[in-house]
C-alpha cells in the first residue's frame, strides 16, 4: 500500500537550516507530485509547494519562496525539503503528501517536528 | 489568495448528524468541477483525505461521510455521527493555489 515516512523530529538553532525526508513506496514515484505543508496550531495548515518527481519541476506558495527548497531522489522514492535561515516562525510540524491532480493530497507522511532554539 | 472559512468547533450527539460549513470568498468552480476538498484530522495524527471536488468520497472511506455545494459554499455532511469522528475537519481549495480552511473541531456529545 501507499507509504510515507518522515524522517524525526529536528531541534535546530536559529538561523540553521534542516533537511527533512520523506520515503515513499507502494506507488509510482517518478510519476507523482509531492506536496509539502506546514501546520502550526490554530493558524492552521498552509502549503509550502509540490514538486513533480519526474522532472524536478516546483511550484512555490509565494510565501515560502527563498526559505523552503523542494528536491528529489527517485532512485530511493524520496522526496526531500531544505529549509533555511531558521526563526521561532519556523517551528511547525512539516508534512509530505502525495499529491494527485486537481492537487487533492491523498496520502499523508506521519509529520516532523522542526523546533528552532538557541 | 483564496480564503476559506469555517466555524471553530461544533458539538453533536452521538448517532445525530454532523454538518460542517466552508464558505470561499472567491468561486472555486472551474470548467464543470468544484476545487473543494475535505480532510480530517486527529490529534497527534496527520490528516486523511475525506472527500474530493466536493462530493468525491475517497478511497476507504464509509459512506456516512458525504459532501456537497458549489461556488463559494460547501457542506461536508457526516450521518450518522460515531464516536471515533471527534477529530478536525479542515477544507482545502486547490482552484488558484492550495489554501486551507482554519479547521472545525468536532466533539460528539
Known amino acids: 500500500q501507499v507509504k510515507l515516512l518522515q524522517s524525526g523530529a529536528e531541534l535546530v538553532k536559529p538561523g540553521a537550516s534542516v533537511k527533512l525526508s520523506c520515503k515513499t513506496s507502494g506507488f509510482t514515484f517518478s510519476t507523482s507530485y509531492m506536496s509539502w505543508l506546514k501546520q502550526v496550531p490554530g493558524p492552521s495548515i498552509e502549503w509550502i509547494g509540490w514538486i513533480y518527481a519526474g522532472d524536478g519541476g516546483t511550484n512555490y506558495n509565494q510565501k515560502f519562496k527563498g526559505k523552503a527548497t523542494l528536491t528529489v531522489d527517485k532512485s530511493s522514492s524520496t522526496a526531500y525539503m531544505d529549509l533555511s535561515s531558521l526563526t521561532s516562525e519556523d517551528a511547525a510540524v512539516y508534512f509530505c503528501?502525495?499529491?494527485?491532480?486537481?492537487?487533492?493530497?491523498?496520502?499523508w507522511g506521519q509529520g516532523a517536528s522542526v523546533t528552532v532554539s538557541s | 489568495d483564496i480564503v476559506l472559512t469555517q466555524s471553530p468547533a461544533l458539538a453533536v450527539s452521538l448517532g445525530q448528524r454532523a454538518t460542517i460549513s466552508c464558505k470561499t470568498n472567491q468561486n472555486v468552480d472551474y470548467y464543470g468541477n468544484s476545487y473543494m476538498h475535505w480532510y480530517q484530522q486527529k490529534p497527534g495524527q496527520q490528516p486523511k483525505l475525506l472527500i474530493y471536488?466536493?462530493?468525491n468520497l475517497a478511497s476507504g472511506i464509509p459512506a456516512r461521510f458525504s459532501g456537497r455545494g458549489s461556488g463559494t459554499d460547501f457542506t461536508l455532511t457526516i450521518d450518522p455521527v460515531e464516536a471515533d469522528d471527534t477529530a478536525t475537519y479542515y477544507c482545502q481549495q486547490s482552484r488558484n493555489l492550495l489554501t486551507f480552511g482554519s479547521g472545525t473541531k468536532l466533539e460528539i456529545k
Open positions: 503528501a502525495r499529491t494527485t491532480p486537481y492537487y487533492v493530497m491523498d496520502a
Open positions: 471536488l466536493a462530493s
